[in-house]
């Protein structure tokens, strides 16, 4: 749901008529509540064109909306060989006065075959009834009866009146209806609202929602498990984390199965804890301490879809989240965006800690490879790598760090190397500028960073721990560097390939 990250920030729209606008932006709202899904998509990819060519900030393959502001991944899923992301949305509609403002929340599509190159389709949800007047706000996606189903928050008045929203399509995706089936005076206590984000399984016969919230007294971040057999009528059974005492309340509950045990991670900042959880019992015991996913431009991870793309055909777990970039420097004549998604993680259990990947699938949009061979890096050092440069690039590096304090990349630099250090330092953490996350290195292991650089975005893993960090950067800022401080390192091998836009 994000929705106190998302208050935080206030946006103005510009009131613009429909002639001063660029055709394609102006031919893209025009059909902006369209259900006819080429007419939709058409629209949608030919103002994504523009605004790539002429917004420096704009990432080429890391998702965005077609304008305006976007948070939450909700709804991802795989199914019939098509890969759905739903998201949370404000597009710009008539106002009715000749210029445009910007809409409630709702739910915009798009649809994929590679989890890379998407499609637009049209707007799947609304905030048009009594229950979600205020904004679609987060859910997820399920198939029931061969059709995609939902479960969403209809928000009113924030966490004080919400209602549970069930959507579901007839026609593979492109429209929804919907009804509301869990009251808002069905709420758990005060503090928590009857709905507010939801992880959608089936046990048996038997419908599950682990939905946000908070404990009564003493107050506390719950995930409130809610069961029903006909999707229709749910009833609460019990907050499943009860001796988890992190924060005062829970967004974005999701509890992962993952190989015999389980990862409960929550919205609370980004922390997740790894465990036991007993359907009998319906409480989920931690055998791990707090670490959190990501502790970069991060939140709103949704993990919710599953694919059959592991090794020999297998399930795969794929998580989607949200970079929180917030919104680019202005750019003349580029209508407002705002916020993107991070790139699908696969996500796995892994030396007792959330193991993290971006989809090997990002691989097609590679070109022109570079290839530079090892070098050392004396204490002090910022050796350009002018063969590698670039505004969207994928690097991998490898650094022995031998008695250096800190080493690594400098990207988005100009020709002085100033730009955005990636780094692993002596103390076993890795981190993108002041953001650190621990490691889990041991002291002479080779530390092995893998780097997306793309315009306003900035992502990078480090043996299966992620960091996201946003990246405004000049447009003449597209020089790497390689670094040491406080000692002598190796720089024992890099690769880079420029990326490709993921919109055709």
Known sequence: MALMVALGSVVICAHRAAAELPGPVADYRAVVKSTDLETYSRAALAYRKGSIKNDPYRPLYHFTGVESWINDPNGPIYHNGKYHLFYQFDPQVPDGKGGWARSQRCWGHAVSGDLVHWKDWPVAVWPDT???????????????????????????????????????????????????????????????????????????????????????????????????????????????????????????????????????????????????????????????????????????????????????????????????????????????????????????????????????????????????????????????LPELRGDALEIIASFDRKSAKRCGLIVRADGQGNGTRVWADAGNKFGIEGRANTHFLKQGDPVDLRVFVDRGVLEVYCNGVAVTHKCFAPADRIEVFAFSEGGEATLDGIEAWKMKPMWE
């Open 130 to 384: 009594p229950y979600d007047r205020s904004g679609v706000y987060s859910g997820n996606t399920f198939i029931h009866e061969g059709k995609i189903h939902g479960l969403y928050t209809g928000n009113v008045n924030g966490p004080s009146e919400t209602y549970g929203m069930l959507t579901w399509s007839e026609d593979g995706g492109v429209t929804f209806k919907k009804k509301m089936v869990m009251p808002n005076n069905q709420r758990p206590n005060q503090h928590s609202p009857v709905h507010w984000d939801a992880q959608v399984w089936k046990e048996s016969d038997t419908w599950c929602q682990l939905i946000g919230g908070a404990t009564e007294a003493p107050k506390q971040g719950a995930a409130w498990l809610w069961k029903s057999k006909n999707l229709d009528n749910w009833t609460l059974q019990k907050n499943i984390a009860p001796s988890i005492k992190h924060s005062g309340y829970w967004e974005l509950p999701y509890l992962l199965p993952q190989n015999g045990r389980y990862v409960l991670m929550v919205g609370a900042g980004n922390p997740y804890w790894i465990g036991r959880y007993d359907p009998k019992t319906m409480e989920f015991t931690p055998e791990t301490p707090r670490r959190d996913v990501d502790t970069g431009d991060y939140y709103s991870f949704n993990p919710h879809m599953v694919d059959d793309k592991g090794p020999n055909g297998s399930a795969r777990r794929i998580m989607h989240g949200w970079a929180t970039i917030g919104r680019p420097p202005e750019v003349k004549d580029v209508p407002y965006w705002e916020q993107a998604h991070s790139i699908p993680r696969v996500i796995s259990i892994r030396d007792d800690r959330l193991w993290q990947q971006p989809i090997p699938e990002l691989q097609c949009l590679r070109y022109d490879h570079g290839k530079l061979a090892g070098r050392n890096l004396p204490a002090g050092a910022a050796i350009p």
